[in-house]
């Protein structure tokens, strides 16, 4: 039955009400009153409660100066990121990136870039070709069928050169640093390419050749060693070239600096201006190194039989797939901690 009236409030089942009851029962029995914290100073409130407010002033302080910290690195990240996509816009138009398999470049145009994407191709074909010949090989063939794919692995060489003549028009420091290979290929490299005279050691060709196959003849010999002499001097040549070439962007780079305060000034800019125009050697000195390797190999082809030439080509080939192996040998050495 409720004895609650229809307008009145039934004290005894109010829940908050009964937990303010509690509260103050418990304090008037331990003699206690609550405390009025609007009537204290600070020299009322007990060391805890000092030090817990002090606490917690010095972590608002260390938040708020996170927080500032943290809007500052965004701001210099935003701006960080507003550069990257501005230069990464600038390389896109200059066409300095590596493309990947899945584009479609333009190596007419004389993309540096695209040079990457067609090596790729070019490797994988030229690979088939040379299991093709490899087959010929171990299957007897007639000179006539092992020709024929002579021949194409040689156009297929000739037009590996005019791509890379193309890319270097674009961008020569690309093509001299040979981003297309590998980092042990890259060591060795020549440059932006492999030297014409390695191929005609005695460890590399001769010895091999005369071992696989029909001893090579006197007069064939002396050919060969002439090639390699005419190789290694037109390589000393073209080494003296780039030498001299960087001893002189080098004198030129360094006299802007000496004669400007600022590399905005026109004198330096002038400076710079000419050690720009003398880079600009650098695509000649690529074209007349990959020359003399088209050169020494053409020669090395009119010397050798069908059959020896054959021969060379997986020779070569063995030697240059050896060389791109021994990166994924040195990544996989095992390494021991330095103690």
């Known amino acids: 039955m409720d004895c609650a009236s229809p307008g009145g409030t039934d004290t005894s089942t109010d829940p908050d009400l009964d937990k303010n009851q509690a509260f103050e029962r418990g304090h008037a029995a331990a003699g206690l009153t609550p405390p009025d914290s609007s009537h204290k100073s600070n020299g009322e409130l007990g060391p805890k409660t000092l030090r817990r407010l002090a606490q917690n002033r010095e972590a608002a302080r260390r938040s708020r100066l ?18 990257l ?15 990947t398999l899945g584009d479609q470049p333009d190596s007419e145009n004389g993309d540096a870039s695209s040079f990457y994407v067609e090596h790729a191709r070019w490797l994988e074909e030229h690979h088939k070709q040379v299991d093709e010949l490899r087959a010929a090989v171990g ?5 006539g069928d092992l020709q024929a794919i002579v021949d194409t692995v040689m156009a297929r060489c000739d037009e590996i050169f005019r791509l890379k003549g193309a890319a270097a028009k674009a961008d020569a420091f690309r093509v001299l640093s040979g981003t297309w290979g590998t980092p042990v290929e890259r060591c060795f490299l020549w440059l932006g390419g492999f030297r014409p005279s390695e191929l005609l050691m005695v ?4 010895v091999l050749l005369a071992s696989r196959l029909e001893p090579l003849t006197e007069k064939q010999l002396d050919s060969i060693d002439v090639l390699r002499r005419s190789s ?20 030129t780079v360094a006299a802007a600096g000496s004669s400007s305060l600022s590399c905005s000034d026109d004198d330096c800019t002038g400076q710079m201006a000419v050690a720009v125009g003398k880079l600009g050697a650098m695509e000649g000195l690529l074209r007349q190194a990959d020359d003399l390797r088209l050169r020494i190999l053409e020669e090395t082809r009119r010397v050798l039989t069908t059959r020896q030439c054959a021969r060379a080509v997986l020779v070569v080939t063995d030697y240059f797939s050896r060389m791109r192996a021994l990166s994924s040998l040195w990544i996989a050495r095992p390494t021991t901690g330095v103690n």
Not at 139 to 143: I, M, P
Not at 203 to 206: D, M
């Open 66 to 83: 996170r927080k500032k910290a943290y809007v500052q690195q965004l701001e210099s990240s935003g701006l960080r990121l507003a550069r």
């Open 85 to 99: 996509e501005q230069e990464l816009q600038r390389a896109r138009q200059q066409g300095f990136l590596i493309s």
């Open 139 to 143: 299957a007897h063939a007639g000179d």
């Open 203 to 206: 460890p590399t060709i001769i």
């Open 232 to 251: 290694l001097q037109a390589e000393e040549a073209l080494s003296r070239e780039m030498e001299a070439l960087r001893q002189s962007v080098t004198e």
